[in-house]
């Protein structure tokens, strides 16, 4: 199965909210063709997510996921923060 990065959307100006990334989410779905498309990998803030529920609502065949290593990142910055533990 190959895969393929598709395009990079720049949008100085525009507000970057769930209707915004599902729209371009979706013409790059319509680009592609719905047949050859079946998972997407976006940013797990919280906005992607809500526009990745949206594509999987109006694309039922289409699954997506956060981005794993964004995922690992966060976990790993909330372990190794260190922390001052002495008390004054």
């Known amino acids: 199965m190959d ?8 949008g100085p ?6 209707g915004f990334i599902a729209k ?6 319509m680009e592609v063709g719905l047949r ?5 990998v976006i940013d ?4 992607c997510k809500v526009a990745g529920m949206l594509i999987e609502l109006k694309f039922p ?3 997506w996921t956060p981005c ?3 995922t690992l990142n966060l976990a790993l910055k ?7 533990t002495k008390k004054k």
């Open 36 to 40: 050859n498309m079946v998972h997407i």
């Open 61 to 63: 065949s289409i699954y």
């Open 3 to 10: 895969q393929y990065f598709l395009k990079s959307i720049d």
């Open 68 to 70: 794993v290593v964004h």
């Open 24 to 29: 371009h989410m979706s013409n790059a779905i």
């Open 78 to 84: 909330n372990i190794c923060v260190t922390k001052n």
């Open 44 to 47: 797990n803030a919280f906005v």
């Open 13 to 18: 100006g525009e507000i970057k909210d769930k």
